[in-house]
């Protein structure tokens, strides 16, 4: 798991004195000597540092973003990175002390008239609640934004002269779903297919890729999460292989087929493993605005594989 450095006891104050320690009310001092007390910023606080790296106007019509449970009020001391709400996952929260959780996929995401406990998502409300732990979503505005899922997949395959598949409508020019760069050089689909694996977690599905292994391959594009719908982008951007998660059988089948072989290739990967990859630049991002701001808050990225499937048989095994 990755924590900031916040961990340690006294550090350096964005106004150039010393921060004491939070949790021990240790006093520092500011730079014009003056006394001053190292402050957690409250939910509301957070939010407004989230808003500014990943804003919600970025965020697609049919998702639902921003603040599920939590009062703006309350003092978030320790933040949780997660890719996915689940029960595990508040479990290890609320056993470091976590008052707020930020997960980049939705715990309600269509509309409901209930959240009884008698439910899994019911349960996990009513846990927050009673343990007055926070939880926040940032998706498809944490997929748009600069340095969103995308940009992180993109910048850990090395790409270059980097641009968004499906440019956001309202955002700057380099926002946006998807993304699409160079190689630096050409190499193999075989290659690149296991280049693609190593920077992954390890999960039950590995990789799977659909072309000539020994084609060469430069253009890439690539969708952290579900990116099934961005074929047409793919396309028209020339992209010798697409990398994304969930391909379905008909959709990727259409794609191979139209391609009669040649490109764009497809290299299938897990959901959780595309998005895993942006918790830890996300929670640097997050710690660093707060820092400016002249909080302390201890942030880590969970330690669960939210990743649904546990084991994979294929052939000869």
């Known amino acids: 798991m990755e924590q900031n450095d916040h961990d340690a006891g ?29 402050v957690a910023p409250t939910v509301g606080d957070v939010l407004l540092a989230i808003e500014e790296l990943w804003p919600e106007s970025l965020a697609e019509g049919w998702d639902a973003v921003g603040l599920v449970a939590g009062r703006s009020e309350n003092r978030v001391e320790k933040i949780l990175f997660t890719v996915d709400p689940t029960a595990e996952v508040l479990d290890e929260a609320l056993a470091w002390g976590a008052a707020m959780i930020v997960s980049h996929h939705p715990l309600l995401l269509r509309p409901v ?43 850990a395959l090395g790409l270059t002269d980097v641009e968004p598949l499906a440019p956001a409508a309202d955002g700057l020019p380099e926002e946006g779903i998807g993304r699409v760069g160079n190689l630096g050089a050409p190499m193999a689909l075989g290659s690149f297919a296991e280049m693609v694996f190593s920077i992954l977690p390890a999960v039950a599905g590995g990789v799977r890729v659909a072309g000539d292994k020994d084609a060469l391959v430069r253009r890439i594009a690539v969708c952290g999460g579900a990116g099934d719908s961005l ?28 391609a009669s072989g040649g490109t764009p290739y497809l290299i299938d990967v897990s959901h959780f493993g595309s998005e895993w990859l ?19 808050t201890d942030i880590r990225v969970s330690g669960v594989n939210t990743d649904p499937w546990d084991f994979v048989l294929t052939p000869g095994r």
């Open 10 to 38: 006294v550090e350096a104050s964005p106004t150039g004195g010393t921060v004491g320690d939070e949790e021990t009310g240790t006093a520092g001092t500011g730079a014009d000597g003056s006394a001053a007390v190292a």
């Open 113 to 155: 008239t209930s959240v009884a406990a008698t439910g899994f998502k019911g349960e996990v409300v009513h846990r927050l609640i009673e343990a007055g732990c926070a939880l926040v979503t940032v998706h498809t505005n944490g997929d748009s934004a600069v340095g969103g899922v995308s940009d992180v997949l993109a910048d």
């Open 231 to 258: 074929f047409d982008r793919v396309r028209s951007s020339q992209a010798d292989v697409y990398v994304t998660a969930d391909l379905r059988h008909h959709a990727a089948s259409e794609v191979r087929e139209a």
């Open 278 to 296: 942006w918790l830890t630049p996300a929670s640097d991002a997050l710690s660093n605005v707060l820092s400016d701001q002249g909080f302390v």
